[in-house]
Every structure is written in C-alpha cells, then in structure tokens.
T-cell receptor, first 117, second 111 residues
Framework: DAGVIQSPRHEVTEMGQEVTLRCKPI?????LFWYRQTMMRGLELLIY????????DSGMPEDRFSAKMPNASFSTLKIQPSEPRDSAVYFCASSLTLAGGPNNEQFFGPGTRLTVL | GQNIDQPTEMTATEGAIVQINCTYQ??????LFWYQQHAGEAPTFLSYNVLDGLEEKGRFSSFLSRSKGYSYLLLKELQMKDSASYLCAVRGRDSSYKLIFGSGTRLLVRP
C-alpha cells in the first residue's frame, strides 16, 4: 500500500484566499484524522471520521475550517478565508480501528506545509 | 482536563542508552502511544501500551504505570539516525477516544 497520501505537499497563499487540503487514507482503514502541527501548539487533532462520518470536530478552530469525507478513500480540509495564523503543517492520518490491541495505531501522511502570507 | 508532560530536549551519545519520560493526567485511560518524528517528516508509530509493564521491540522499549500516570521510552544502542522528536500520546476513555499528544522530546544523538 502507498500509505496515506496528501496533496499538495506545500501551499503558499495570501490572506483571504480559500485553501483546500486533500487526503487519501490507507485502503480499508475506517478512521481518518486531520491534525495541525505548529511549534507553539504541537500536534493538535482537528477532526476525525469513522466510516466517513465526522465523530469529533471539537478541535476545529472556528467556522473558517470545514472538513468533509464524501467516500472512504477521500477527505478534504478547507479553510475559507485563510489567515496568517493558519500557517502550519497539516497532517492526515488513518487507522484500522480505535479499539485496544494491535492495529489501532495511526499512520500519518507526509503532511501539507501551509503558509498564509 | 488533560495534560501530558515530556522533557523538551535531551542529548545523548551514540551507543548509549536514553530514557524519555512522559507523565499524563487524562479523563480515563485507554492506551498510550509513542511516535517518532524526524525533522520535516510525519510521525511514525513506535509502540503502544495499555497494560502496566514493559513492551520491548528491538532497540526500543516502552514502559507504562497506569497508577502513576507514567510512561517511558527506552532507546538502547543509540544511533545517529535516532536524532528526532519523540511524541507521547494518550487516548482517554471519553466518548470520542481521540489521541492527545504531548509536545514531544527533541533528542540529539552526538558522536
């Protein structure tokens, strides 16, 4: 398997523009996670899905952020309008299960480095 | 609330042993994970503990004490490539089971 795939790998945009980040989870994984990582705040969970349904979006910063998962192999994270403080690395991860025991680890994609000018 | 503490930075010598500690306070407990993250790369899974005791995987071992809210990651026979950040993450037993990550410990291995 190719692992979790994210695009783009780098995005530079201007304040006020819409940004869309894309993720393809590992085939067969039921859980998909969106994280944001900054030096100040570390790795933070934004939202996660189970079988394409959003389960916990309490980490989504504000209404400017939205995430969708229209099918089992694709998810998007959208920021509209973007602001300089949104600059960060955004990781997508997937896992087979959340239960205890084996196969519950999360596999991370390579990340999208977003810079908002 | 939920809180995870790790040292910010550690330095060790190639070939030596280093122990990275993690203490946590969470609402319930359903497992602790260690991830390795090289600069500019994604985190990769190292270990998982849900019961007390030591889990060994080659040069890496992870220990958990649930009563003390404490874990450590032990790295033996350090190699230069072990220079990375090590993230401790805890899963609570709330309704969402999400992972809460610590800020990470940046390990520098010197020759």
């Amino acid at each position: 398997d190719a692992g979790v795939i994210q695009s783009p790998r780098h995005e530079v945009t201007e304040m006020g523009q819409e940004v869309t980040l894309r993720c393809k989870p590992i085939s067969g994984h039921d859980y998909l996670f969106w994280y944001r990582q900054t030096m100040m705040r570390g790795l933070e969970l934004l939202i996660y899905f189970n079988n394409n349904v959003p389960i916990d979006d309490s980490g989504m910063p504000e209404d400017r952020f939205s995430a969708k998962m229209p099918n089992a192999s694709f998810s998007t994270l959208k920021i509209q309008p973007s602001e300089p403080r949104d600059s960060a690395v955004y990781f997508c991860a997937s896992s087979l299960t959340l239960a205890g025991g084996p196969n519950n680890e999360q596999f991370f994609g390579p990340g999208t480095r977003l810079t908002v000018l | 609330g939920q809180n995870i503490d790790q040292p910010t930075e550690m330095t060790a010598t190639e070939g030596a042993i280093v122990q990275i500690n993690c203490t946590y306070q969470t609402s319930g407990f359903n497992g602790l994970f260690w991830y390795q993250q090289h600069a500019g790369e994604a985190p990769t899974f190292l270990s998982y503990n849900v019961l007390d005791g030591l889990e060994e995987k080659g040069r890496f071992s992870s220990f958990l004490s649930r009563s003390k809210g404490y874990s450590y990651l032990l790295l033996k026979e350090l190699q230069m490539k072990d220079s990375a950040s090590y993230l401790c993450a805890v899963r609570g037993r709330d309704s969402s089971y999400k992972l809460i990550f610590g800020s990470g410990t940046r390990l520098l291995v010197r020759p």
